[in-house]
């Protein structure tokens, strides 16, 4: 299935996973939460989302590389400052949040059977073929921080 590697966007792949989450949700018993504790979860998972994935977009753009995830080769700076000190795949973390803030949001305990199929997918056909990319272009340097610091958390 390597026709799949690097070429669905993994926002794309985040919502295609929430409509899975939503119809899901439509059929499956919910979970009765308080509308507090529904709220918070919601808020608190989408802040989380958006700090990683904001930070990570914006540690690319002040090292100038590409953003693109699609196209790993074209990296011009492997960064491993700011978020990407403790995560590799900051972006992708944030995905994750996003899509735990909407399965609190439909009460689907369904929903994390998903989520883990969207971390499946992502690892998968995403972060395996850019790490290969990574290696060819930047090599020991690559090597040598994939051995310091996680790709989730």
Do not use: H
């Amino acid at each position: 299935m390597k026709f799949l590697e690097n070429k669905i966007p993994p926002p794309l792949v985040a919502l295609v996973i929430a409509a899975g989450m939503w119809w899901l949700s439509t059929f499956t018993a919910n979970i009765a939460l308080t509308s507090t504790i529904k709220m918070s979860s919601v808020i608190g998972f989408i802040f989380v989302g958006a700090f990683f994935a904001l930070a990570g977009a914006v540690s690319f753009r002040l090292a100038k590389t590409t953003v693109n995830p699609l196209k790993p080769d074209t990296a011009s700076s492997l960064v491993t400052s700011g978020i990407y000190q403790f995560t590799r795949n900051p972006m992708y973390v944030g995905f994750v949040a996003f899509l735990f803030a909407w399965t609190c949001y439909l009460g689907s305990a369904w929903g994390i059977v998903l989520i883990g199929l969207y971390i499946a997918f992502i690892q998968r056909f995403q972060i395996m073929p850019e790490e290969r990319a990574l290696i060819k272009i930047f090599k020991d340097k690559f090597t040598d921080y994939k051995a310091q610091v996680r790709p989730w958390l």
